[in-house]
């Protein structure tokens, strides 16, 4: 995100919720790939 070109204060704010949902999302993904892997290999 830091490589994008800097976006007004009032285009971030209303972005913040759609960027942590997506945040979320991707965590989420990652979590429940390592569970998939580590139920995998017992």
Same mark, same amino acid.
């Given at each position: !995100?830091?490589?994008?070109?800097? %976006? ?9 919720? +759609?960027?942590?949902?997506?945040? *979320? *999302? *991707?965590?989420?993904?990652?979590? +429940?790939?390592?569970?998939? !892997?580590?139920? *995998? !290999? %017992?």
């Amino acid at each position: !995100c830091n490589s994008l070109n800097p %976006k007004p204060s009032r285009y971030y704010q209303n972005n913040l919720t +759609f960027i942590s949902t997506l945040w *979320a *999302a *991707a965590a989420s993904k990652t979590l +429940f790939d390592s569970y998939l !892997c580590m139920s *995998a !290999c %017992k």
